[in-house]
């Protein structure tokens, strides 16, 4: 059964970043660590709206924007570790869970889920898949807009974090730069290096990638394809 729920309560965060007509992005502070999130918010092809990455709750003004923007339908949480404010935020939107099979007793834990990754409803407008080489299962998402514009987003496997945006300590542990697999990730979260570095130089082939965007830092438009192949070089 899930835990008791921390309840809905709103931390400081950014303005909601509209980045194309499907795609709009939020980034906030992550309760008690001194680091940032980012949920992003996929409009999907029937008009219903998928959050993805870490939930973050928002003032009322701003999810009657989204409520008027697109039915909200569906949560990703990309891993247990980005839950923090999965359960209320899923309660008070009547979202459908949706995680890594890999982390479903953590996940239950602390909100109930529909199903899995593979589970997802298809939809034309966004591809959610794991992330090869991972232990949780992380996945990715990779958006197509307007114009044939890609965005791929990714949890953590991937990160960009500037310095200033971080704490002494994350600092210290190599959080800092990018994009990069810092280096906690390749020690706790990597199974399969050779995987994870086919799969992002794979991602730098993306036709029509026009970004990348992160759960933790930010967003690459200059040099996406580049950027990725640096962090494949440095598994």
């Known amino acids: 059964m899930p835990k008791a729920p921390r309840p809905w309560i709103v931390t400081r965060h950014d303005p909601i970043e509209k980045v194309e007509d499907n795609l709009w992005t939020v980034q906030g502070d992550v309760p008690g660590v001194p680091i940032k999130r980012r949920m992003f918010i996929i409009k999907r092809s029937d008009g219903t709206l998928l959050f993805f990455g870490c939930a973050i709750p928002l003032e009322d003004e701003l999810l009657a924007e989204l409520s008027a923007w697109g039915r909200p339908a569906i949560l990703v949480v990309t ?12 309660d008070k939107l009547g979202l459908a869970v949706y995680g890594p099979k890999e982390c479903e007793a953590k996940i239950r834990q602390r909100v109930e889920l529909a199903g899995f990754i593979a589970d997802i409803p298809k939809d034309a407008a966004v591809e959610i898949a794991p992330v090869p080489g991972t232990k949780t299962g992380e996945p990715a998402a990779i958006v197509r807009s307007a114009g044939g514009r890609v965005t791929l987003l990714v949890s953590d496997a991937v990160q960009n974090n500037a310095s200033a945006s971080l704490g002494l300590i994350p ?12 280096p906690l990730f390749k020690m706790l979260f990597t199974t399969d290096k050779a995987a994870l570095k086919r799969q992002v130089s794979a991602w730098s082939e993306l036709a029509g990638l026009e970004r990348v965007m992160f759960c933790h830092g930010e967003a690459v438009s200059d040099g996406a394809a580049a950027g990725l192949k640096t962090a494949a070089a440095g598994l």
């Open 79 to 90: 891993h247990d570790q980005h839950m923090i404010d999965a359960r209320p935020f899923a």
């Open 171 to 182: 600092r210290i542990c190599g959080f800092a730069g990018g994009p990069k697999v810092v």
